[in-house]
């Protein structure tokens, strides 16, 4: 498969919604550059990649898993505020999820294989609902009318190597939730940690004051940890820290 087949696909697949805009250009919100596979025992393994704007958000062996984040990431701009949502970088290992800021998917270049050989599992997700009175995170299917069938095959002859699937949909037991923090800042309190789980949430269209107080109640059921590290690498064993 090269990248036009894989627009071919993504037209099948979306067709409800694909819409032809005669003469109006935009610049593309997202992007994917899919990598033809080369046959032989020796050939290298293509790497597949979504783009949002110019940075990568998504990186695998698999060209249905780079389809089904694109999916993932366009359903989100049709999720409403019904739910308590969190916008942030999450992975998961053995039924529990770990919540980071959003923005460690910048270096998931250099994460993505080191978290998969520590067992976790990344969603390819922007976001993640919720559930406060259950203390899980739960990974959704996209919302969006897809005609899945269109991706059958795309993986024939796919060498995913040591890589992991993406997280599976399903509900998971919030283990931990954590938030950038200098080292050379105060010891952090528990309304600090609220305050930096709040600002990755829908918290103010999903209802202020009931967002906080379900947040700060979460927040006393489960760990928070204020994390910082120089260099990427470094997350995998600060994760490993949190084990019981």
């Given at each position: 498969m090269n990248t036009s087949e894989a627009d071919a696909v993504i037209r099948r697949a979306l067709k409800a919604r694909v819409v032809t805009l005669d003469g109006v250009e935009a610049p593309p919100n997202f992007s994917m550059r899919?990598?033809?596979?080369?046959?032989?025992?020796?050939?290298?393994?293509?790497?597949?990649?979504?783009?949002?704007?110019?940075?990568?958000?998504?990186?695998?062996?698999?060209?249905?898993?780079?389809?089904?984040?694109?999916?993932?990431?366009?359903?989100?701009?049709?999720?409403?505020?019904?739910?308590?949502?969190?916008?942030?970088?999450?992975?998961?290992?053995?039924?529990?999820?770990?919540?980071?800021?959003?923005?460690?998917?910048?270096?998931?270049?250099?994460?993505?294989?080191?978290?998969?050989?520590?067992?976790?599992?990344?969603?390819?997700?922007?976001?993640?609902?919720?559930?406060?009175?259950?203390?899980?995170?739960?990974?959704?299917?996209?919302?969006?009318?897809?005609?899945?069938?269109?991706?059958?095959?795309?993986?024939?002859?796919?060498?995913?190597?040591?890589?992991?699937?993406?997280?599976?949909?399903g509900r998971y037991r919030l283990r931990a939730w954590g938030f950038f923090r200098r080292p050379e800042q105060t010891t952090p309190t528990r309304a600090d940690a609220v305050a930096g789980a709040l600002t990755a949430t829908n918290f103010v269209s999903y209802g202020a004051q009931r967002g906080m107080d379900e947040i700060a109640e979460l927040l006393e059921r489960v760990t928070w940890f204020p994390l910082w590290y120089e260099r990427a690498e470094e997350l995998p064993e600060i994760l490993a820290r949190l084990s019981p």
């Open positions: 899919i990598e033809p596979e080369e046959r032989g025992a020796n050939r290298p393994r293509p790497l597949h990649q979504l783009f949002r704007s110019s940075n990568l958000i998504v990186r695998s062996r698999s060209p249905e898993r780079v389809v089904r984040a694109l999916m993932t990431r366009l359903a989100a701009f049709e999720a409403d505020d019904t739910r308590l949502r969190a916008f942030s970088f999450v992975v998961v290992r053995d039924g529990e999820a770990i919540v980071l800021p959003s923005v460690v998917v910048n270096q998931i270049k250099v994460l993505q294989s080191r978290l998969n050989r520590a067992g976790y599992q990344v969603a390819d997700g922007d976001h993640v609902t919720i559930d406060p009175g259950t203390a899980e995170v739960v990974i959704d299917e996209p919302s969006l009318p897809v005609d899945w069938a269109a991706l059958d095959g795309l993986d024939e002859g796919v060498r995913p190597g040591s890589e992991l699937p993406a997280a599976p949909v």
